[in-house]
T-cell receptor
Framework: AQKVTQAQTEISVVEKEDVTLDCVYETRDTTYYLFWYKQPPSGELVFLIRRNSFDEQNEISGRYSWNFQKSTSSFNFTITASQVVDSAVYFCALNRDSSYKLIFGSGTRLLVRP | DAGVIQSPRHEVTEMGQEVTLRCKPISGHNSLFWYRQTMMRGLELLIYFNNNVPIDDSGMPEDRFSAKMPNASFSTLKIQPSEPRDSAVYFC????????????FGPGTRLTVL
């Protein structure tokens, strides 16, 4: 069975703080893909990143960074120097190789206060 | 390039009325998905098309829901008759081309059934 757990329901930080959103996944597959999506207050779902199971190299994109650790089945997302515009619900998702189904976590609501 | 286009963005209707939601996927994508998002159930996959053919409709709630994809650039999700419990945000997403497994979502249609 596949599952994605985002244990943090809601996080509140003050602008310029660093914040890490946790994502833990379960799968028996050896090849799979992990994703992060952002859903701002306007409602759309924005694709942020895809990671393949065979590539554990961490990735940095501006203030965003992702830490993929197969040993702990985690794919955590860190925002450095958070900004009010980062306020959104963030979803982690899992996809098996050769499958179309995205398994979403329940999301983490991030509130960045000025 | 244009992203996934959905219309209408908002729909308010009365119970018993027919509702039609529309989606134009990203050009060149061969997979199309319809999702429903509610507070109680999160993101649910309703139906998946590949090359215009419905592959998995196991998420369609009941016979009141139907979806079509007459060509590669257009899909509809119809609810007839609508009920208040159908109130939700409906997303269309597409995948394919040179992207890997990531799905790109449209802005969603917020449906309210009174």
């Amino acid at each position: 069975a596949q599952k994605v757990t985002q244990a943090q329901t809601e996080i509140s930080v003050v602008e310029k703080e660093d914040v890490t959103l946790d994502c833990v996944y379960e799968t028996r597959d050896t090849t799979y893909y992990l994703f992060w999506y952002k859903q701002p207050p306007s409602g759309e779902l924005v694709f942020l990143i895809r990671r393949n199971s065979f590539d554990e190299q961490n990735e940095i994109s501006g203030r965003y960074s992702w830490n993929f650790q197969k040993s702990t089945s985690s794919f955590n997302f860190t925002i450095t120097a958070s900004q009010v515009v980062d306020s959104a619900v963030y979803f982690c998702a899992l996809n098996r190789d050769s499958s179309y189904k995205l398994i979403f976590g329940s999301g983490t609501r991030l509130l960045v206060r000025p | 390039d244009a992203g996934v286009i959905q219309s209408p963005r908002h729909e308010v209707t009365e119970m018993g009325q027919e509702v039609t939601l529309r989606c134009k996927p990203i050009s060149g994508h061969n997979s199309l998905f319809w999702y429903r998002q509610t507070m109680m159930r999160g993101l649910e996959l309703l139906i998946y098309f590949n090359n215009n053919v419905p592959i998995d409709d196991s998420g369609m709630p009941e016979d009141r829901f139907s979806a079509k994809m007459p060509n590669a650039s257009f899909s509809t999700l119809k609810i007839q008759p609508s009920e208040p419990r159908d109130s939700a945000v409906y997303f269309c997403a597409s995948r394919g081309g040179t992207t890997y497994n990531e799905q790109f979502f449209g802005p969603g249609t917020r449906l309210t059934v009174l």
